[in-house]
């Protein structure tokens, strides 16, 4: 190995030791928690080593939120894999879609609540961040009825379970309905 792949490999290394340090803490104590001085401390680094990585957490929100949008669809991949039928697989992927909020609040806020710098619906659009939607159409379009715009009927799809996983968490929603939500969207929405 030549010194230049070792040290792409140590920064890829370091790099990845930010970004999972940063989603502990933010998990633990929430994105206000999560500073440059704080990271360095945690990963006993300096903050010139960190600020090399990125400008700052505006960048590793971004980095997190790209994280999270691959590990979302793999997710939701996964899940529509695993039902058989269209109807199943909605019911399933928006099962699935609802678990990842929950499981990985402070990455969801950083995909979908917090600035990353990311753009979305738009041609510079991030590639993670196409791919979660993509796996969201994947299983969505096949429903979205005779006349729909598959990719709009996803939007609005999509829309729903971010209203539902946002006011569930934030205790808006009664707890406990989370699986007749579900089964009452798929009911209204997919025409199959």
């Not at 933010?26 to 990125?54: C, K, M, N």
Request: aromatic share 6%; net charge negative.
């Amino acid at each position: 190995m030549s010194v230049q792949e070792r040290k792409e490999r140590e920064r890829a290394g370091r790099e990845r030791l930010i970004l999972a340090t940063a989603r502990e803490l933010a998990e633990q104590q929430g994105w206000d928690a999560v500073t440059t001085r704080r990271l360095a401390e945690r990963i006993e680094y300096s903050q010139p080593v960190l600020y090399s990585h990125f400008r700052g957490k505006r960048e590793i929100i971004g980095a997190v939120a790209l994280e999270g949008a691959a590990e979302m669809a793999a997710a939701l991949r996964a899940a529509a894999s695993a039902a058989d039928g269209p109807r199943a697989r909605v019911t399933t992927v928006a099962r699935a879609y609802l678990d990842f909020a929950e499981r990985n609040p402070a990455v969801y806020d950083a995909m979908f609540q917090l600035d990353g710098g990311l753009a979305f619906a738009k041609e510079d659009t991030p590639e993670p961040l196409k791919d979660a939607f993509a796996a969201l159409l994947e299983s969505l379009g096949e429903v979205a009825g005779d006349g729909v715009h598959p990719a709009l009927f996803t939007e609005v799809f999509w829309a729903a379970l971010h209203g539902l996983a946002t006011l569930t968490r934030a205790g808006r929603l009664p707890p406990g309905d989370a699986g007749r939500r579900v089964e009452l969207l798929v009911d209204r929405l997919v025409m199959i």
